[in-house]
């Protein structure tokens, strides 16, 4: 398994402002995603942050909005930008030490984010 | 299309008593993996089981048995003897060959149970 951690854990933020959430792996990994779970809800998978290159984005989600940096193996970053109310979620990051289906997925605690 | 499906949205059970948590799932691949995920109050998602589509044995593990139909399209989650300890939210999650391409080993989660086991 890999051990996740994830910075800050939980932050309030002002409409309008930018939070960038820091994702350490505890060895190296091949794949790391972002995702998003609103209240009550489900996880949706925003992106996969590739290691070297610009990231991956589903369906719905846009560079602009939330950019990824992957510099190495083991760390990852996302940026929620010019945030709204809608934004408040939890942020989480995993990690996969293959690529491919198959492969568990190993999740960090998370990051909750209030916006006012 | 939602690919995940998880009808149970609450359950709750009285310490000791068994309860199955259902999901059902919707793919066109024939290569696929199912997996269950367990989300405790704390919020961390932790790995419970992986099953490919090649193997229907069900599976035991301690008080933790799944039940996986192709026929049906389910793999359901069965808590035995359960404990308060088991009070979470429970995800069942899909990975599809044909997903590779948007991002290897992209997960489809369902909706979640929240289980409450009262002691």
């Known amino acids: 398994s890999a051990v996740i951690s994830q910075k800050p854990s939980r932050d309030i933020c002002q409409r309008g402002t930018s939070l960038t959430i820091q994702c350490q792996v505890d060895s190296q990994v091949t794949m790391m995603f972002w995702y998003r779970q609103q209240p009550g809800q489900s996880l949706t998978l925003i992106a996969t942050?590739?290691?070297?290159?610009?990231?991956?984005?589903e369906s719905g989600f846009v560079i602009d909005k939330f950019p990824i940096s992957r510099p190495n193996l083991t760390f990852s970053t996302l940026t929620v930008s010019n945030m709204s109310p809608e934004d408040s979620s939890i942020y989480l990051c995993?990690?996969?030490?293959?690529?491919?289906?198959?492969?568990?997925?190993?999740f960090g605690p998370g990051t909750r984010l209030t916006v006012l | 299309a939602q690919k995940v499906t998880q009808a149970q949205t609450e359950i709750s059970v009285v310490e000791k008593e068994d309860v199955t948590l259902d999901c059902v799932y919707e793919?066109?691949?024939?290569?696929?993996?199912l997996f269950w995920y367990k989300q405790p109050p704390s919020g961390e998602l932790v790995f419970l089981i992986r099953?490919?589509?090649?193997?229907?044995q069900n599976e035991i593990s301690g008080r933790y048995s799944w039940n996986f139909q192709k026929s049906t399209s389910s793999f359901n989650f069965t808590i035995t003897a359960s404990q308060v300890v088991d009070s979470a939210v429970y995800f069942c999650?899909?990975?599809?060959?044909?997903?590779?391409?948007?991002?290897?080993?992209?997960?489809?989660f369902g909706t979640g149970t929240r289980l409450t086991v009262i002691p």
């Open positions: 995993s990690a996969s030490r293959l690529a491919g289906i198959g492969n568990e997925q190993f």
């Open positions: 942050a590739n290691q070297g290159s610009e990231a991956t984005y």
């Open positions: 999650a899909l990975s599809e060959w044909e997903a590779q391409g948007t991002g290897a080993n992209n997960l489809f």
């Open positions: 099953r490919n589509s090649f193997d229907e």
């Open positions: 793919t066109r691949d024939t290569t696929y993996y």
